[in-house]
Nanobody
Framework: QVQLVESGGGSMQAGGSLRLSCAGS????????MAWFRQAPGKEREGVAA????????SYGDFVKGRFTISQDTLKNITYLQMNSLIPEDTAMYYC????????????????????????WGQGTQVTVLL
Protein backbone atom coordinates (compact mmCIF):
# COMPACT_ATOMS: atom_id res chain seq x y z
CA GLN A 1 0.00 0.00 0.00
CA VAL A 2 1.42 3.37 -1.01
CA GLN A 3 1.83 5.81 1.83
CA LEU A 4 2.54 9.51 1.39
CA VAL A 5 3.63 11.84 4.17
CA GLU A 6 3.86 15.58 3.60
CA SER A 7 6.01 18.03 5.53
CA GLY A 8 7.39 21.52 5.22
CA GLY A 9 4.27 23.61 5.58
CA GLY A 10 4.04 26.63 7.85
CA SER A 11 3.42 30.36 7.97
CA MET A 12 5.29 32.73 5.72
CA GLN A 13 5.19 36.40 4.81
CA ALA A 14 4.04 37.26 1.31
CA GLY A 15 6.95 37.18 -1.09
CA GLY A 16 8.70 34.42 0.80
CA SER A 17 9.45 30.81 -0.09
CA LEU A 18 8.65 27.37 1.25
CA ARG A 19 9.63 23.89 0.18
CA LEU A 20 7.17 21.09 0.74
CA SER A 21 8.28 17.47 0.85
CA CYS A 22 6.32 14.29 0.23
CA ALA A 23 7.96 11.09 1.44
CA GLY A 24 6.53 8.09 -0.33
CA SER A 25 6.73 4.36 0.42
CA UNK A 26 5.13 1.11 -0.67
CA UNK A 27 5.43 1.74 -4.40
CA UNK A 28 4.99 -1.47 -6.40
CA UNK A 29 4.45 -0.25 -9.97
CA UNK A 30 7.23 0.90 -12.25
CA UNK A 31 5.92 4.43 -12.74
CA UNK A 32 3.66 6.88 -11.00
CA UNK A 33 2.43 10.36 -11.61
CA MET A 34 3.25 12.34 -8.47
CA ALA A 35 1.32 15.52 -7.85
CA TRP A 36 0.56 18.30 -5.42
CA PHE A 37 -2.94 19.60 -4.85
CA ARG A 38 -4.24 22.30 -2.57
CA GLN A 39 -7.53 23.11 -0.95
CA ALA A 40 -8.47 26.40 0.67
CA PRO A 41 -11.44 26.67 3.06
CA GLY A 42 -14.71 26.66 1.14
CA LYS A 43 -13.02 25.89 -2.17
CA GLU A 44 -12.54 22.77 -4.24
CA ARG A 45 -9.25 20.90 -4.26
CA GLU A 46 -7.19 22.04 -7.23
CA GLY A 47 -4.14 20.62 -8.95
CA VAL A 48 -0.91 22.54 -8.37
CA ALA A 49 1.76 20.49 -10.15
CA ALA A 50 2.51 17.02 -11.48
CA UNK A 51 5.71 15.06 -12.04
CA UNK A 52 5.94 12.01 -14.28
CA UNK A 53 8.40 9.54 -12.73
CA UNK A 54 8.76 7.79 -16.10
CA UNK A 55 10.30 10.70 -17.97
CA UNK A 56 10.63 13.60 -15.51
CA UNK A 57 8.12 15.76 -17.36
CA UNK A 58 6.09 18.23 -15.36
CA SER A 59 2.97 20.35 -15.52
CA TYR A 60 1.49 23.16 -13.45
CA GLY A 61 -1.82 24.81 -12.73
CA ASP A 62 -2.27 28.12 -14.53
CA PHE A 63 -2.21 30.05 -11.26
CA VAL A 64 1.37 28.91 -10.54
CA LYS A 65 2.74 31.26 -13.23
CA GLY A 66 6.35 30.14 -12.87
CA ARG A 67 6.47 30.53 -9.10
CA PHE A 68 6.49 26.84 -8.12
CA THR A 69 8.70 23.93 -9.12
CA ILE A 70 7.96 20.24 -8.63
CA SER A 71 10.84 17.78 -8.50
CA GLN A 72 11.71 14.36 -7.19
CA ASP A 73 14.59 12.61 -5.50
CA THR A 74 14.06 9.18 -7.03
CA LEU A 75 16.51 7.41 -4.73
CA LYS A 76 14.72 8.63 -1.62
CA ASN A 77 11.20 8.61 -3.12
CA ILE A 78 10.66 12.19 -2.02
CA THR A 79 8.67 14.61 -4.16
CA TYR A 80 9.26 18.30 -3.55
CA LEU A 81 7.29 21.45 -4.24
CA GLN A 82 9.42 24.57 -4.15
CA MET A 83 7.17 27.58 -3.77
CA ASN A 84 8.54 31.07 -4.35
CA SER A 85 6.95 34.53 -4.42
CA LEU A 86 4.15 33.35 -2.18
CA ILE A 87 0.96 35.37 -2.08
CA PRO A 88 -1.92 35.21 0.43
CA GLU A 89 -4.03 33.39 -2.18
CA ASP A 90 -1.63 30.46 -1.85
CA THR A 91 -2.92 29.82 1.66
CA ALA A 92 -4.35 26.30 1.71
CA MET A 93 -3.84 22.74 2.83
CA TYR A 94 -1.41 21.14 0.41
CA TYR A 95 -1.75 17.46 -0.43
CA CYS A 96 0.61 15.03 -2.11
CA UNK A 97 -0.94 12.42 -4.39
CA UNK A 98 0.16 9.50 -6.53
CA UNK A 99 -1.43 7.94 -9.59
CA UNK A 100 -0.41 4.55 -10.96
CA UNK A 101 1.29 4.86 -14.33
CA UNK A 102 2.62 7.98 -15.99
CA UNK A 103 0.90 11.34 -16.02
CA UNK A 104 -1.91 11.98 -18.49
CA UNK A 105 -0.76 13.76 -21.64
CA UNK A 106 -2.81 15.91 -23.98
CA UNK A 107 -1.33 17.06 -27.27
CA UNK A 108 2.09 15.85 -26.20
CA UNK A 109 2.04 17.88 -23.00
CA UNK A 110 1.53 16.64 -19.46
CA UNK A 111 -1.87 17.78 -18.31
CA UNK A 112 -2.19 19.60 -14.97
CA UNK A 113 -3.36 17.15 -12.31
CA UNK A 114 -7.03 16.33 -11.81
CA UNK A 115 -8.24 15.04 -8.48
CA UNK A 116 -10.20 12.05 -9.77
CA UNK A 117 -7.16 10.46 -11.44
CA UNK A 118 -5.13 9.86 -8.27
CA UNK A 119 -5.12 6.62 -6.29
CA UNK A 120 -3.24 7.63 -3.14
CA TRP A 121 -3.23 10.72 -0.96
CA GLY A 122 -1.31 12.09 1.98
CA GLN A 123 -2.84 13.82 5.00
CA GLY A 124 -1.78 17.28 3.94
CA THR A 125 0.39 20.10 5.25
CA GLN A 126 -0.92 23.59 5.94
CA VAL A 127 0.57 26.62 4.20
CA THR A 128 -0.42 30.07 5.42
CA VAL A 129 0.83 33.20 3.65
CA LEU A 130 0.55 36.44 5.61
CA LEU A 131 0.30 39.95 4.24
Amino acid sequence: QVQLVESGGGSMQAGGSLRLSCAGSGFTYAYYCMAWFRQAPGKEREGVAAFDTHNGRTSYGDFVKGRFTISQDTLKNITYLQMNSLIPEDTAMYYCAAAIGGCTEVGGEVRPPRRGEYNYWGQGTQVTVLL
